[in-house]
């Protein structure tokens, strides 16, 4: 009889593969599910297509902002928390988001999304008390607000 799976299990691993890209093989070695259930849910669930799907909706486009924030933040700090500079690495990153951001010119609701993704940031800078990445965005939000909402 095959081993009973709790629900929560299941929803945990569709969202990490859905809503946050992960891959089947990431998923089974951390969540220490094996490979051939997860391919079977994903199988008979179509992830794949509701991947697609979130990837194109403004919920989607602002999930995938935020992740990527995270991501960013958690690296600046590590490196804060090892006393080392963040400065041009710190810019770099943080243009290649805005660059992200300015992609997504075309419908309100990205525009939307995406003002509170950058919302989240500033909320999750503030707290953080990251003042290089707070000076980073105080610098190149003005542009970005303009352009898109002129």
């Not at 486009?61 to 958690?74: K, N, W």
């Not at 509170?116 to 503030?126: E, P, V």
């Not at 000076?135 to 970005?144: G, S, V």
């Amino acid at each position: 009889m095959p081993r009973h799976t709790p629900i929560d299990e299941k929803i945990h691993a569709r969202d990490l593969f859905v809503r946050q890209g992960w891959q089947l093989d990431d998923i089974a070695e951390s969540q220490h599910i094996h490979i051939t259930t997860l391919r079977r849910w994903s199988r008979q669930e179509k992830w794949e297509i509701q991947r697609a799907k979130i990837k194109s909706t403004p919920i989607g486009i602002a999930e995938r902002l935020t992740v990527l924030t995270a991501r960013l933040l958690d690296e600046i700090d590590e490196k804060l928390e090892n006393n080392q500079h963040v400065g041009d690495d710190l810019l770099k990153r943080i243009d290649k988001l805005s660059n992200s951001i300015n992609r997504l010119d075309g419908q309100y609701d990205e525009r939307g999304s995406t003002v509170r993704a950058i919302d989240k940031l500033i909320k999750y800078c503030i707290a953080q008390n990251h003042k290089d990445a707070i000076n980073a965005l105080h610098d190149i939000l003005p542009h970005f607000y303009k352009s898109t909402f002129n």
